[in-house]
C-alpha cells in the first residue's frame, strides 16, 4: 500500500456519520488511496484501533483496522482493510464499554458479539475476504461496519444511564505519545 496522507477526523454531529455510506468499487485506485490515507490517519491518532471513511468525511462503504498490541484483543489479525464489508455471524454476546474518535468526549456500554465472522473486499486486489474473530478485535470490526451503516456506538447504547463522560487524555511530559485514559478507545 501507497503511503497515504492524515485527513482530519470529523466529528458528531457531523451528518456524514449518520448517513449511510455507499458500496465501492474495491478495483477503484481512488478506494486504495482513500485506504492509505486511513491508515495514515489512524497510525497518528492516539489510541486508536481503527477508522472508517465516515470518519474522514468521505461516505463510503471502507474501513481499516490494526488492535495489534492491545492489552484486550485476543485473536489479531494486524491491519485488516475492507470495502463493503458484513457481519455474516455473531454469537456470545457482550456488553463493554468503547468510544470513538468521531465521538471524543464519551463512551458508552454496548451489546456486541464477542465471536464474529466478517466478510468483505480488499482494495486494490478486489479480493473476496472472509475474516474470524473474536474478544476486542470483533468489537472493532463490528463499530467500524456500523460507521459504514451511519451508526455511532451512541446508538447501540441502552440509554442515557449507558454514556459516560470521557476522562481527559493525560500526555506524559516526556517521552510517549499520549494514551487514552479509561477504558478502550475505539475509533
Ligand atoms: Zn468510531
Not at 482513500?34 to 471513511?53: E, F, H, I, K, N
Not at 444511564?161 to 505519545?177: D, E, S, V
Request: proline share 8%; with cysteine.
Amino acid at each position: 500500500m501507497t503511503d497515504g496522507q492524515v485527513r482530519p477526523v470529523v466529528v458528531a454531529p457531523a451528518a456524514v456519520l449518520s448517513t449511510v455510506a455507499e458500496a465501492v468499487d474495491p478495483l477503484d485506485p481512488e478506494v486504495a488511496r482513500l485506504a492509505a490515507d486511513l491508515v495514515a490517519t489512524m497510525r497518528v491518532s492516539p489510541g486508536c484501533v481503527g477508522l472508517a471513511a465516515p470518519q474522514v468525511g468521505v461516505g463510503v462503504q471502507l474501513f481499516v483496522l490494526d488492535v495489534t498490541g492491545h492489552r484486550k484483543a485476543r485473536t489479531c489479525h494486524g491491519l485488516v482493510v475492507l470495502a463493503n464489508a458484513r457481519i455474516v455471524n455473531g454469537s456470545q454476546w457482550k456488553v463493554e464499554r468503547e468510544g470513538c474518535q468521531s465521538v471524543p468526549d464519551l463512551t458508552g456500554d454496548v451489546r456486541r458479539a464477542g465471536r464474529i465472522v466478517v466478510a468483505g473486499q480488499v482494495p486494490a486486489t478486489g479480493e473476496l475476504r472472509e475474516v474470524t474473530t473474536d474478544a476486542f478485535e470483533a468489537r472493532a470490526f463490528q463499530h467500524e461496519i456500523d460507521h459504514c451503516a451511519g451508526l455511532l456506538f451512541l446508538d447501540r447504547a441502552a440509554g442515557a444511564h449507558a454514556i459516560h463522560p470521557r476522562k481527559i487524555y493525560q500526555a506524559p511530559r516526556t517521552g510517549a505519545p499520549p494514551t487514552p485514559a479509561g477504558p478502550s478507545a475505539l475509533p
